[in-house]
């Protein structure tokens, strides 16, 4: 198809005017994306379509928002052009249909910029050495490497020592950073999370202690098993790709690859990939339930996925990535569900402008404090 009829075709289905096969013809286009990975020789990332594209989802997805009435691009058809235009674009937002009158309205005067690479080192003797500044080797010691530029300290294997010698990592509000431990294990540290960990791992267990969210992938060795201890649960490992989440008193752990055992003092379990163990602290039981993966470590990935989650939720990830604070002008706004994708490059009055979009909430940013509004 021409561009310039894929601009048209766009132009009439976002209209309301394209006819039951042109609704199909668009509709099937988001459908065959699905799966495919992003090619940015395709005609529909080409600079001069971006806002087109943009546009359209966004038309499309506020035309009709009476519960009963709406007609929608398929969920699935919209994730997959979602993929296809993360590249390029601040990607869609969708909200179960409420009645809301567009706004217009300033959300802030002084925009807030995302987070980003940030963190301190925690020494065994009680120092702190701000990891944003060069440091020489002989203030890490010389088997760490701090790279500042993309945001990763590595410690290499050293001597035994008669006593562990532990050091902690602790990202802010607002910082992300990854580490290396001396066995190989990779460790992404979400915002507001730590990780304390022996600078070399001796005994026949490898141990470190997590606080916040990480998502790991552990060196394997079958003679040295990988235990995290996160707020009372343990998950013990060999090898393997998982997300710990310990924000709050519910207590996560995602699998992506290989087998682990998730415990707490009443109770352990087996999960597989593709399944989440859930620990209320304080409780007996662990719930384990099928999740998508890719929603759980968007953050790790460098983005936002939103799937029929509360707005409560939501602006909990954008407080602490944006180092906010969050009032509510009515408690019951707390309870609006979304779906969406969106960078976490992103400045803060971008996120709130395409969830405005949806036409049920209104955003002022004041300082470093955020107001959630109704329209």
């Known amino acids: 198809m021409e561009l310039k009829n894929i601009k048209e075709l766009l132009q009439k289905y976002n209209n309301g005017d394209a006819s039951e096969a042109e609704k199909e013809q668009v509709e099937a286009w988001y459908e065959s994306l699905e799966g495919k990975e992003a090619d940015l020789g395709n005609p529909f990332v080409e600079s001069r379509l971006k806002d087109e594209i943009q546009l359209s989802l966004f038309s499309r997805l506020n035309i009709n928002q009476e519960p009963k009435r709406k007609r929608l691009i398929p969920i699935r058809g919209i994730a997959a052009a979602a993929a296809l235009l993360i590249c390029a674009v601040a990607i869609w937002f969708y909200v179960k249909p409420e009645h809301g009158n567009k706004s217009t309205h300033t959300i802030v005067q002084h925009d807030i910029p995302s987070g980003g690479n940030s963190a301190v ?6 120092s702190v050495i701000d990891l944003n500044k ?3 080797n002989s203030t890490l010691g010389q088997n760490v490497v701090n790279d500042l530029k993309s945001g990763k300290i590595t410690y290499r294997s050293s001597e035994r020592n008669a006593h562990p010698v532990y050091n902690t990592i602790k990202t802010p509000r607002g910082g992300q950073y990854q580490v290396v431990l001396p066995d190989g294990t990779k460790v992404w540290l979400n915002a507001l999370s730590s990780i304390t960990f022996p600078v070399y791992f001796n005994g026949d267990k490898r141990n470190v202690k997590i606080e916040g969210e990480a998502y790991l992938e552990v060196f394997k060795n079958r003679k040295q098993p990988f235990e995290v201890e996160i707020n009372g649960m343990k998950v013990e490992v060999l090898g393997t790709h998982f997300n710990v989440n310990a924000y709050d008193d519910l207590l996560k752990t995602t699998l992506l690859e ?40 968007a953050w790790k990935n460098g983005y936002f996925n939103f799937a029929d989650e509360s707005l409560e939720s939501i602006m909990h990830k954008v407080a602490l990535w944006y180092n906010v604070e969050v009032d509510y002008e009515n408690p019951e706004l707390r309870k609006l569900r979304f779906m969406g994708i969106i960078s976490r490059s992103r400045n803060l009055s971008e996120v709130l402008n395409i969830m405005k979009l949806t036409g049920n909430v209104n955003f002022k940013i004041e300082n470093r404090r955020l107001l959630v509004m109704h329209k």
């Not at 080192?121 to 009680?126: E, T, W, Y």
């Not at 379990?269 to 399944?275: A, C, D, F, T």
Request: net charge negative.
């Open 121 to 126: 080192l925690v020494l065994s003797d009680g």
């Open 134 to 136: 060069n440091v020489t």
């Open 258 to 297: 290989g087998s682990v055992k998730v415990s707490n003092i009443y109770k352990a379990v087996v999960i597989k990939p593709g399944q989440q163990a859930s620990v209320d602290v304080g409780q007996q039981s662990i719930d384990i339930n099928q999740v998508n993966t890719d929603e759980v470590i």
